[in-house]
């Protein structure tokens, strides 16, 4: 999200205070909808709502510049709601649960705080630096999309390699099917 504060003052113009509302009302709707997608998670399980989120971002990225690209304030507050407020919102309220579900009881405090710190290091820092090396190669998004569609897959391809089942409850979650007696 941060490239895209700058890349749409620098290279869009857009104003900054247009911008910056964009972000803070993307973020508010992701907050609200952080706990009702964890809520979900607990009918849908958690690799199926990560899922879910990993597929939005996906299927989103390419509406998400079209709108961008327009210089329309309007217009990118709408794509930072769409992609960042709903799309990415079933990761956000997920990601702490999905990645206890990896490790065993025994590590699995420190197995998740070190999963998500290098995620964090390895693929969100960076990302800013990365889109804007890529979009310095011929001053167009098209780079970024590409690189971000590859991300996106990324993320696909590493949810269906997780332990547990798609559309199932977790079994730590307690919602587990009645069976008959």
């Known amino acids: ?25 993307a973020a508010v709707i992701a907050t609200i909808l952080y706990p009702v997608f964890g809520a979900l998670a607990d009918r849908w399980g958690r690799k199926t709502t990560y899922l879910l989120c990993a597929v939005l971002m996906l299927v989103s990225i390419i509406p998400g510049f079209a709108l961008i690209n327009t210089g329309n304030a309007l217009a990118f507050g709408t794509a930072l709601v769409l992609v960042f407020g709903i799309a990415m919102a079933p990761a956000g ?12 009881p025994e590590v699995r405090y420190s197995g998740a705080s070190i999963g998500y710190t290098i995620s964090q290091v390895a693929g969100a820092a960076f990302a800013p ?53």
């Open 1 to 25: 999200m941060s490239y895209l504060v700058s890349y749409g003052t620098a290279q869009l113009k857009i104003a900054r205070p247009s911008v910056l509302m964009g972000v803070f009302v």
């Open 93 to 104: 309220g997920v990601t702490g649960s999905l990645f206890s579900m990896v490790f065993t």
């Open 129 to 181: 630096l990365i889109a804007t090396a890529l979009y310095a190669i011929n001053g167009s998004s098209g780079p970024v999309v590409i690189y971000l569609l590859v991300v996106c897959a990324i993320s696909v391809a590493s949810v269906l390699l997780l332990p547990g089942k798609l559309g199932k409850a977790d079994p730590l979650t307690g919602l587990q099917p009645a069976t008959a007696a």
